[in-house]
């Protein structure tokens, strides 16, 4: 049984384009994360959600947006692709935003933008 | 803000031991965190320290020192599936917003 499951696993697209990326968790946890992997492989926190609420917002670009339908999505939509937004993006989960809990992340979503 | 020390790689035999360090600066401290993650995989959680001392885990190991801003990772009897990087992390003082280092990769070799 999956997780933290986000699709979808490899996404290619054109500059400008925009994109949507999903992630479910079926750990029952409260807390969802959002990073982006670089190819320095720099791992950095992009936004964080508890119970479907906005708790953290790292300084991300305004066309990143995160949506949480309920407290086991949460998905992330990019706007206007730029060449720089080509990583690896991972979701997490973790049972609550407190600071001893662990993180369990999803597989990632490898973007390449062209 | 939080700075986070870790050597970029190391190499090691399989069957010896190898201890990857990591320093940090911290505004506030609410423990440490190391994670694993293979090359083209997910990070996973290995071990969590908030006292002074080691924990021991099977072949893995974390040490603490909080007055010197100093972890460690030890594995023992190293596996070629051992070669992965790994992350060292900490959290800051108010909700969740872990902070990686850039990773130690570690290769075992032959």
């Known amino acids: 049984d999956t997780a933290v499951s986000q699709t979808p696993k490899y996404l290619v697209t054109q500059m400008g384009n925009d994109k949507s990326i999903k992630c479910e968790q079926n750990l029952g946890h409260d807390t969802m994360y959002w990073y982006k992997q670089d190819s320095k492989k720099f791992l950095k926190i992009m936004f964080s959600?508890?119970?479907?609420?906005?708790?953290i917002n790292e300084t991300v670009p305004n066309r990143f947006s995160p949506k949480s339908p309920d407290k086991a999505h949460l998905n992330l939509h990019i706007n206007s692709l730029e060449l720089g937004d080509s990583a690896v993006y991972f979701c997490?989960?973790?049972?609550?935003?407190?600071?001893?809990?662990?993180?369990?992340f999803g597989d990632g979503t490898r973007l390449s933008i062209l | 803000g939080q700075n986070i020390d870790q050597p970029t790689e190391m190499t090691a035999t399989e069957g010896a031991i190898v201890q990857i360090n990591c320093t940090y600066q911290?505004?506030?401290?609410?423990?440490l965190f190391w994670y694993q993650q293979h090359a083209g995989e997910a990070p996973t959680f290995l071990s969590y320290?908030?006292?002074?001392g080691l924990e021991e885990k099977g072949r893995f190991s974390s040490f603490l020192s909080r007055s010197k801003g100093y972890s460690y990772l030890l594995l023992k009897e190293l596996q070629m599936k051992d070669s992965a990087s790994y992350l060292c992390?900490?959290?800051?003082?108010?909700?969740?917003?872990?902070?990686f280092g850039t990773g130690t990769r570690l290769q075992v070799t032959l």
């Open positions: 997490a989960s973790s049972q609550d935003p407190g600071e001893d809990q662990p993180q369990h």
């Open positions: 911290t505004s506030g401290f609410n423990g």
């Open positions: 320290n908030v006292l002074d």
């Open positions: 959600y508890n119970n479907k609420e906005l708790i």
């Open positions: 992390a900490v959290p800051p003082g108010t909700a969740s917003k872990l902070t």
